[in-house]
């Protein structure tokens, strides 16, 4: 079982930046892809970032040119900066990973708890 611990929301005025973590831990021999989503009310939950274990990343349309997602792969956490922040960013945010407890293992997919950005003055 992997758990997930996510950090760094909050209220943000428009403009600003804010950075989110999303550490894994428990029973952990490989993460694979890593990724962000985000859930406004009313709307469909949408694909933000998301870094493979090798770097490599992509953005979703609506933060592209505004956020950077990052990944510490011995620390096995992942991270979100957002920049020039916009009313329309404020969702809950949730940090997705893939992952396999054990060698050859099955990959499942686990969510974290979500937390608020809101972006208002």
């Known amino acids: 079982q992997v758990q997930l611990v996510e950090s760094g929301g909050g209220l943000v005025q428009p403009g600003g930046s804010l950075r989110l973590s999303c550490a894994a831990s428990?029973?952990?021999?490989?993460?694979?892809?890593m990724r962000w989503y985000r859930q406004a009310p009313g709307k469909q939950r949408e694909l933000v970032a998301a870094?493979?274990?090798?770097?490599?990343?992509g953005y979703g349309h609506s933060v592209k040119g505004r956020s950077t997602i990052s990944r510490d792969n011995a620390k096995n956490t992942v991270y979100l900066q957002l920049n020039s922040l916009k009313s329309e960013d404020t969702a809950v945010y949730y940090c997705?990973?893939?992952?396999?407890?054990?060698?050859?293992?099955?990959?499942?997919?686990?969510w974290g708890q979500g937390p608020q950005v809101t972006v208002s003055s």
């Open positions: 997705y990973v893939d992952a396999q407890s054990v060698l050859a293992g099955p990959i499942m997919a686990y």
């Open positions: 870094v493979t274990r090798g770097g490599a990343t």
């Open positions: 428990g029973s952990i021999f490989s993460i694979n892809v």
